[in-house]
């Protein structure tokens, strides 16, 4: 392993002490880790929070074989150290990583292949903003759903760190985006974004509202992470030869539907979970995020919506803020 800081045996990090409610989160004083081959050792000056890491705290989410204990799926800082076989990063390089846990920390370790360079003039917290959503929707709404230039996405849950990105995302890759959220301030902030039409999903019925903006034609790719009974709701928005993407079962995960729509439509209906992918897999999204996003980061033709920074000793905070669900955007831990 190089070296080329004062790297101390000790950090402080956010542990979850026993499965509950946000105070569970508490600061611990935890062996730095020491980065192994093909990994590197990032000090965190920024951590992002995302759903998943309330799931993991109340205990209906544990992290996966091999991974930290610690909350936390992405951060943003400086290389401290480099383990073995490791060519691309230099000691003090700024970096944003895709973190498989241990965000909430000032220190973590993970592999090369889930690291990239800050985009051009963000700061840490907006860096640390960015992988975790940019991975999902760049997975999920391009690779499995293959949303194409002049298609139309429908993206439910448009005012969270995911909706924003694929608002954005989608939008800046010349799709007609149309997005569903739960008040007005929500839905003016999605248009604001670049949504062609945002749905308040407590007042119309989106189903109708999508038929109506496509002229009947239904959408070409939903990105869901509602579940429930939004799953036979969606075949009927989607389009013929639709596809049907799910992340999130927020609203139940056993759903019924009628598969005879799904069979007239030919739909497609797919999902999946980044967290337990393999290190080889998630570098590949780096790489073509690197290519394909990183130059409108760097333009800031996308960028993350910043909703609230938070120390890192109070991420019980922060945790409080997602549950109260009155966010837009991103929430952002602060680790100095
Ligand atoms: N599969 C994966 O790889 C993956 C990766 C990352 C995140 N995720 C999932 O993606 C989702 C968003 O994550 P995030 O970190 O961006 O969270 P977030 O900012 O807290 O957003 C959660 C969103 O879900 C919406 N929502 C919740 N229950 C709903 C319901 N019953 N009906 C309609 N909308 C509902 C909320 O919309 P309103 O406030 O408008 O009601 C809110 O915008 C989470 O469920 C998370 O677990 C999946």
């Not at 008040?183 to 902030?189: H, I, N, Q, T």
């Amino acid at each position: 392993m190089a070296n080329g800081q004062k790297i101390p045996a000790n950090m402080t990090a956010i542990a979850i002490s026993q499965p509950g409610g946000p105070k569970v989160l508490k600061p611990e004083t935890r062996d730095v880790p020491v980065p192994g081959p093909g990994e590197v050792l990032i000090r965190v000056h920024a951590a992002g929070v995302n759903r998943p890491d309330v799931q993991q705290r109340k205990g209906a989410y544990p992290p996966p074989p091999g991974a930290s204990d610690l909350p936390g799926l992405e951060a943003a800082g400086e290389i401290a150290a480099l383990g073995d076989e490791i060519s691309r990063w230099r000691i003090g390089d700024r970096v944003c990583a895709l973190t498989p846990g241990g965000g909430y920390a000032e220190y973590v370790k993970v592999h090369a292949g889930s690291v990239l360079p800050i985009p051009a003039g963000f700061t840490y917290s907006e860096a640390a903003a960015v992988p975790e959503n940019y991975f999902t929707v760049w997975h999920n709404v391009f690779e499995r759903g293959g949303l194409k230039k002049g298609e139309t996405l429908l993206v439910h849950g448009g005012s969270s760190g995911i909706g924003t990105t694929a608002i954005q995302l989608a939008s800046a890759f010349g799709a007609y985006v149309i997005t569903t959220a739960g008040s007005k301030e929500k839905c003016e902030a999605c248009l604001k974004l670049g949504a062609d039409r945002a749905i308040n999903y407590r007042e119309e019925d989106f189903v109708a509202a999508v038929k109506e903006a496509t002229g009947g034609k239904g959408a070409d790719v939903i990105l869901d992470m509602v579940g429930g009974d939004y799953v036979a709701r969606n075949y009927e928005a989607a389009a013929v030869e639709g596809r049907i993407v799910q992340i999130a079962v927020q609203a139940g995960a056993v759903a019924s539907t009628n598969f005879a729509t799904l069979m007239v439509k030919r739909l497609t209906h797919t999902g999946s979970t980044l967290r337990p992918r393999t290190v080889e897999f998630k570098a590949a999204i780096a790489a073509a995020l690197e290519t394909q996003v990183w130059p409108l980061l760097g333009t800031r033709k996308v960028a993350p919506v910043m909703d609230m920074i938070f120390p890192l000793t109070e991420a019980w905070r922060a945790h409080e803020r997602m549950e109260e669900g009155e966010h837009i955007g991103k929430i952002v831990l602060d680790v100095g």
